[in-house]
Every structure is written in C-alpha cells, then in structure tokens.
C-alpha cells in the first residue's frame, strides 16, 4: 500500500478503522463547538447590549457550557399527565439526528497524508451528497412537530404547526436556489463542489451572488433562527414546541438548533466559500482521473499535487474560520432584528423567495448555455462573466427589495387614517 | 424639575426599507459589540457605589462615653409599619431615660426609614448597607449592642440644601 493511495471502501479494515477515527473526532468536534457557540451567543448578545455576560464560571467564562450541561443533566425531567408519552420521548431523538448527521457528508480540509495512505478529510463522500443534506435536514422538522403535537398543549402545538409551514415555504426556495450550485459544478458531490470552486479560481459567492443571498435567507428561515423564529418565538407562544420539555430533552433541542446553525454555516462555507480551499492556487488539489492533481501545467498535463500535514491543517483552519464567521453572523443578525410577523414570513417565502429565485435559476442557465455555445471553457473568464450577471441580478433583487412593498413593516407603507379606513 | 425628562422624537410613518433599516441596524449593534465601555458592574470585586439616600441595615449612634444615644422615647416603635422594633425603657439614678432593650428584626423591616425621620435625638439610622447574610434567621433580629458597633455610613434622608426633594 503506497502512500500516495487513496484509502477507500475496498480496503476494508483500514477504511472502517479511518472512518471510525473520523466520525469520533468530528462528533466531539461538533459537539464541542455546539456547546461553545452557546456560550458565545451569550457572550455575544450581552456585548451587544453592553452587557458582560456569563464570565464568571472558569476564565472568561469558558466553562459555562459545561456547568449547563451538568446542570441540564442532574435536573428533573417533566412529563405532562395529557402528553402522548412516545411522541414526546421521540420528538428530541427526533430533532437531534438529523442535525448531527448532515455533518456527514461536508469535506472540511484538505486530504490528509499518512503511512498508511492518503485520508479523505470527509466521513462520508457519497456521490448525493447535496440530496441528502436536503433530505436529513428537512427530517428535523419532524422532530418539532412530533414535540409541538404530543406536548398537548396549544402553544407548543401552534409553535409545531408553524414550524412545518415555514419549513415547507422555505424548502423550496432552498432547494432553488442551491440548483445554480449544480448547475455551475455539474454535480451534487460536495467535494466535487469544493474542487470546481478551485478550478475555478473563484469562489462560488461571486458568480452566485443572488444564489447565495437566497440561500442564506433560506437557511436563516430553515434553522428557525431569528428573524425567522416562529416556531419558539418567545413573545408569542412562550417558548413554542419546547414549553413542556425540561432538562436533558429541552437541552436536546437546544443542541439541536446550534448544531442545525453549525451544519447549515459550513453548508454556506463548502457550497459558496471554497469550502476548505484557501486563497490562492498553493492548496488546490482535486481528483483527476483518479489522481490527486494540483492544477494543469503549460502543455495540458496534469501535476500531481503534493500532500503535507501542515497544508491539511491549515485548510481546516480556513474552513473552521469561514464557518465560525457565519455562525456569528447567524448570531449577529439574531440580535439586532426583531421577528417577523407569520404573514411577512409567508409572504416572503412565496412571493419573493420563490418566483426570484426560479426566474435567476433561468437567467443563470441561459448565461451558461450561452458561454458554453461561444466556446469559452469553465475557467476564469467563465466565472467573471457569470460574476458580472450575478451582480446584475443582485443589484436587481436588492432594488425590488428596497422599493418596499415586499416586507410591510408596522412604519412603512402609507398612512392611513382611520376615516379612509372605514371609507 | 425633581425629575429631568427627555422628551423623544416619534419618527413619521414612511415608507422604509426593510434592507436599508437591517443594516443600519447591525451596523449599531456591531459598533456596540465593539465598544469596550459595558455597563455591567463586576459586584464583589468592585464595590458598587451606594446612593446618599440608600437605605440599608440599621445603625444607632453613640455618645462619645459609649452610651446609646436612645432616650427610649417609643417613637420608633410607634411609628414603625412594619412593627419590627422592640423597645423596653428604663431611668437610670440621675433620671435619664435609656433602652433597656431595644430589638430591631431586619427580616420584618421594609426600609422605609420613618424610624431615622421620627427619633428626636437622632439616634437611630437606616445605614448604606447590605452586605447582612446570615446563616440562621434568629442572627438578622439586631439587638442594641450589635446595632452600636455597626459602623457603615448613615442614610442622608434628605438632602439638607435640598429638604423638599424639589
């Protein structure tokens, strides 16, 4: 076995002892980060009100989520006389996989070099990788529903409904608006994706700059994140499809939310940011008929690329970077605007999300058709042609948008007095 | 004015954008997020700074021999709505009045300090402290000796440039 091999499926024992590694590594990773990105929206929130926040337990605080977590665990656990005893037992189980299983299929660093062969830094590359995010992550609304209906209780039932309504509504404006993503790489594999950003030499944020405002509203609205938080919304429906569950199982949905912002921020990262590749052509490596290749010299000939320890950390470094800066813009946006009203919610999934983000699918798809009819190869000029529509269409959304009308706030809109009201 | 009120300006129902208004409004709380100036104060290591007209735990003022300067008058007990003050007089040879007993019970006491406006000696004080845990309910009734060595600043209970709080 040389160590330029590529440890795959058939090397059996080798490839279940690697996987394992992996999967053990990235859950404590994720659940780690899970716990600390709690703390930092606590950090964060309090900073942005001028407050300190928790600082107290351990240095600066950093020991905080695990007094939540002891403090989670050793509390009483509730059941409600009236609540269907399996659904609710099953509604965390329910919400928490699916979350913690997207990370599957996300590459998050370069391949790594060993004696015994060369890693894929991914847990599993399955050929769908893009499909079956869409699918597990649209499975942790179930969760929330099963929670919100066995709960017995009609805010928690109202917090359910709402949740399946807006996961509906904004499904599919994720799914449309990830169709340029595919387009563009011409494949659902996210390290497929990753390796055609690279090949590229930009990323995929620029050529699909309309493509990825979308999908962070989507992703915004699919994480029931504020502004998009109508299933808990506090104000509302006191804490919505959780209100009956305390301790551990209440503790489960939360790690479930943050792990649900941790996949869909690396989601952003991989599908829009390059994923783990860094700036500049010295970490490129992708497969080419087989082989690990870095690029295509002057004569078309490809370049094996040369794998160090030192280049896998630092692309892990990059990618972690790229998704600890959407995890605090998600925590960012959350404190600074206040929720949207269920009809605005509605409003702007269907009426704005949707038919924008099938005419760009449209729009993107003729551009590409066009380029590839004149000739011009997937390359550079490629991307900036694409870049340059994109922003187009970007300035073209951000006009529609700031024209109002879309998103009718209580100020805006015309004044209406109460005589023409009744008149 | 007794109180300064600062009178804000409503904006005009107009057609805003919800785009332009996010921005602006991450903008703010990002520069807030930045500004290292908090208003947190961090409790046991910094002491916060008590009000002149704080009212805390009790205090009664001494003569310069030691002696309370209590008349056990029974004003206080009298005046007191939260009836937390007990108070048995006596005379001594040369005929003056002292406190024979004189219990104050910090669990029962609101703190409204009308035992500090009524003394007419001004003996007894609503002090600025607060920092009176105890381990066991029967440590918060103060008995006389106990209210004479605590030695915290008395309440000002009115400002005496000031007597009508205009």
């Known amino acids: 076995m040389g160590s330029s091999h590529i440890i795959g499926i058939e090397d059996g024992t080798a490839y279940f002892l690697v996987t394992s590694a992996k999967i053990a590594v990235m859950f404590g990773v994720v659940m780690i980060t899970v716990a600390y990105t709690t703390l930092a929206e606590r950090r964060v929130s309090a900073f942005i009100q001028d407050r300190l926040g928790p600082n107290r337990v351990g240095p600066m605080g950093l020991l905080q989520p695990i007094a939540d977590g002891l403090k989670n665990l050793l509390k009483e656990e509730t059941l409600p006389a009236s609540a269907s005893r399996l659904y609710f037992l099953l509604g965390p189980m329910l919400a928490m996989i699916p979350a913690l299983v997207t990370f599957a299929v996300i590459p998050f660093a370069a391949p790594l070099p060993t004696p015994w062969g060369v890693v894929p830094m991914v847990i599993a590359d399955v050929p769908i990788g893009v499909l079956y995010i869409l699918a597990l992550s649209s499975l942790g609304v179930y969760g929330v529903v099963i929670a919100g209906w066995a709960s017995n209780n009609k805010y928690a039932f109202l917090g359910g409904l709402r949740a399946s309504a807006q996961m509906i509504s904004y499904e599919v404006g994720l799914g449309l608006s990830l169709i340029a993503v595919l387009m563009l790489a011409g494949n659902v594999t996210l390290t497929e994706i990753v390796s055609r950003q690279q090949q590229l030499g930009i990323w995929f944020a620029l050529p699909l700059s309309l493509g990825f405002i979308l999908f962070l509203i989507c992703a915004f609205a699919e994480t029931n994140r504020l502004p ?188 209406v007095t109460f005589e023409q009201e009744i008149l | 004015m007794p109180i300064s009120t600062k009178i804000m300006e409503r904006p005009e129902a107009v057609e805003t954008s919800y785009l332009r208004a996010a921005l602006k409004g991450m903008k703010i709380t990002l520069k807030h997020m930045l500004n290292p100036k908090k208003v947190t104060q961090q409790y046991p290591e910094v002491e916060t700074r008590l009000h002149p007209r704080w009212r805390g735990t009790h205090r009664m003022e001494v003569h310069a021999d030691g002696r309370p300067k209590c008349v056990a008058c029974g004003l206080c007990p009298t005046v007191c709505p939260a009836n937390c003050i007990r108070l048995v007089g006596g005379e001594d040879d040369q005929g003056n009045r002292y406190p024979v007993v004189y219990e104050i019970d910090e669990f029962r006491c609101i703190f409204c300090g009308m035992c500090q406006e009524v003394c007419p000696v001004e003996a007894i004080h609503v002090g600025q402290d607060f920092e009176n845990a105890e381990y066991t309910r029967e440590r918060f009734v103060y008995d006389l000796d106990r209210l004479m060595n605590q030695d915290h600043p008395t309440t000002l209970l009115w400002d005496p440039a000031d007597p009508l709080s205009e």
């Open chain 1, 228 to 415: 998009f938080d109508m299933p808990e919304a506090e104000s509302e429906l006191i804490t919505g499809f959780h209100t009956e569950y305390s301790a551990m199982k209440f503790s489960m949905f939360f790690i479930a939310e943050y792990a649900h912002m941790l996949t869909a921020s690396a989601l952003m990262a991989t599908l829009f940011f390059g994923g783990w590749d860094l700036p500049g052509t010295w970490d490129d490596m992708y497969m080419f008929q087989g082989q690990l290749i870095s690029g295509f010299g002057a004569n078309g000939a490809p370049i094996a690329a040369t794998l160090t320890v030192w280049k896998s950390l630092a692309t892990f470094l990059g990618f972690a970077l790229k998704t600890g800066f959407f995890l605090f813009l998600y925590i960012w946006i959350r404190w600074t605007l206040p929720r949207f009203r269920y009809d605005q919610v509605m409003e702007l999934g269907w009426k704005v999300i949707i038919p924008i983000s099938l005419g760009y699918t449209m729009v993107l798809a003729a551009t590409m058709l066009t380029l590839y009819e004149a000739g011009v190869e997937y390359g550079f000029t490629f991307g900036l042609v694409l870049s340059v529509v994109s922003g187009l269409c970007t300035l073209g959304f951000v006009f529609l948008l700031d024209k109002g009308g879309t998103i009718g706030g209580a100020a805006s809109g015309k004044k």
